[in-house]
């Protein structure tokens, strides 16, 4: 079966986020009403009874640390007198403490963006564009949470016990709708736009 398009009617959508929105919800209901997932033609490299269901764009997160952050603890002693350098001296540990405290907070745990990436979906797994290569998040068993937020047109993923990755754009409930029916087998529910 081909792709479901939303068909504009009377009113239509005003912007991408809205334009995604109705090709979810009307996406949801062809499939409540017995329609099959949309598949497509790709120039992915697909296994044995795989099927290629779209591709779009998204903005993505990984929530990670760094296991290393560097600083400088060089500081600068000037003066000629005990005091001087004793007050040259303050003032350099400040310093190096600061740096020291924000190299801290750089390497903790935190949402970092990974920017726009291809995102792929089939009925075996998501495949996802990072750094030039493609990564492969396997749907039977491999993706361990997949929480959606549609309203907020995002989801969150883990696959494999990788970092936790978060997918931000117009395009995510359309993709989260599919991921939805295949993961959970079923359908969601979604309100219509605005």
């Given at each position: 079966?081909?792709s479901?398009?939303?068909s504009a009617?009377n009113?239509?959508p005003?912007?991408?986020?809205e334009?995604g929105?109705?090709?979810?919800?009307q996406?949801?209901?062809?499939?409540?009403?017995g329609?099959a997932?949309?598949?497509?033609?790709t120039?992915l490299?697909?296994g044995?009874?795989e099927v290629?269901?779209c591709?779009t764009?998204s903005h993505?997160a990984a929530?990670?640390?760094?296991?290393e952050v560097?600083?400088?603890?060089?500081?600068?002693?000037?003066?000629s007198?005990?005091?001087?350098?004793a007050?040259t001296?303050?003032?350099?540990?400040?310093?190096?403490?600061?740096?020291?405290?924000?190299?801290?907070?750089?390497?903790a745990?935190q949402?970092r963006s990974?920017?726009e990436?291809p995102?792929h979906?089939?009925?075996?797994?998501?495949?996802?564009?990072?750094?030039g290569?493609?990564?492969?998040l396997?749907?039977n068993g491999?993706i361990?949470?997949?929480?959606?937020a549609?309203?907020?047109?995002?989801?969150?993923?883990?696959?494999d016990?990788g970092?936790?990755l978060?997918?931000e754009?117009?395009?995510v409930?359309?993709?989260?709708v599919i991921?939805?029916?295949?993961?959970?087998?079923?359908?969601?529910?979604?309100?219509q736009?605005?």
């Amino acid at each position: 079966m081909g792709s479901i398009v939303p068909s504009a009617g009377n009113n239509p959508p005003k912007n991408i986020y809205e334009q995604g929105w109705v090709s979810a919800v009307q996406l949801a209901e062809a499939v409540r009403h017995g329609h099959a997932l949309p598949t497509q033609a790709t120039s992915l490299v697909l296994g044995q009874g795989e099927v290629y269901h779209c591709g779009t764009t998204s903005h993505l997160a990984a929530y990670y640390g760094l296991d290393e952050v560097s600083y400088s603890t060089g500081g600068i002693i000037a003066g000629s007198t005990w005091k001087g350098m004793a007050a040259t001296g303050a003032a350099s540990m400040i310093w190096s403490s600061r740096n020291r405290n924000r190299a801290q907070r750089e390497a903790a745990a935190q949402w970092r963006s990974l920017g726009e990436v291809p995102v792929h979906l089939t009925n075996h797994r998501m495949v996802v564009g990072i750094d030039g290569g493609l990564e492969s998040l396997w749907l039977n068993g491999g993706i361990t949470m997949f929480d959606p937020a549609f309203d907020q047109y995002a989801m969150h993923l883990q696959a494999d016990g990788g970092w936790p990755l978060l997918f931000e754009g117009p395009a995510v409930p359309y993709v989260a709708v599919i991921l939805h029916i295949l993961l959970r087998g079923e359908v969601p529910a979604l309100p219509q736009y605005g």
